[in-house]
């Protein structure tokens, strides 16, 4: 974790990595993003985690997927950009981020894929509408890599609580008290798992 002494914090760097002619039209970590987000922590020297960055065999997919957990297990903050929609990958390293219980803070502009000023889904709406687990994942959500340099900043100044694993048994435990009795499909599903 973090050492004052040291003035040296590490970033690792989540988000889709482009591999292949057709990821052209992602947004990726680049440069830009890694110096705005060093730039907002300034003095604190950032080492960015970078899975992008590897000389490692890609044919052995055990091993890649350990080398990205590796990282985030040698993080002391994942920042995750989440600017367009992600895949499996992301969400991975954001619940081994809380196994680890390391900070993770999610790059989530308003009216992108995972928020929405309102959204209509499921014959309902939602006003100010996060994606659930990109919620429930996350430490904070942010509009840029300024304001995830900046709430990295003053975390290290006044730490606090984040969340880690215990979150999944919460979020479940709080849908059974407070949505369970109205949700009639999952009381239905219930009532075979316990007749059987």
Not at 41 to 49: A, D, E, M, Q, Y
Not at 54 to 80: E, M, Y
Not at 173 to 182: A, I, M, S
Request: charged residues 30%; proline residues 4%; neutral net charge.
């Amino acid at each position: 974790m973090f050492d004052m002494k040291k003035n040296k914090i590490f970033i690792y760097c989540s988000g889709s990595i482009q591999k292949g002619k057709e990821d052209k039209g992602k947004l990726l970590w680049t440069d830009k993003e890694r110096e705005e987000l060093s730039s907002a922590l300034n003095p604190i020297k950032t080492v960015f985690l970078n899975p992008d960055e590897r000389t490692d065999d890609l044919n052995n997919h055990l091993t890649v997927f350990g080398r990205d957990h590796f990282q985030v297990s040698l993080a002391d903050f994942i920042v995750v950009d989440a600017r367009q929609r992600r895949g499996v990958g992301v969400g991975a390293e954001m619940l081994s981020a809380k196994l680890l219980n390391k900070p993770v803070i999610s790059i989530v502009p308003k009216n992108s894929y995972y928020r929405k000023e309102k959204l209509e889904y499921l014959g309902g709406s939602s006003e100010d509408y996060i994606h659930a687990h990109m919620f429930g994942l996350s430490d904070v959500i942010v509009e840029d890599f300024r304001q995830a340099g900046e709430w990295i900043k003053e975390f290290l100044e006044n730490p606090k609580p984040v969340k880690n694993i215990t979150i999944l048994e919460k979020a479940i435990e709080e849908y059974k008290k407070l949505q369970l009795d109205r949700d009639i499909p999952m009381k239905k599903i219930i009532g075979e798992i316990t007749t059987e």
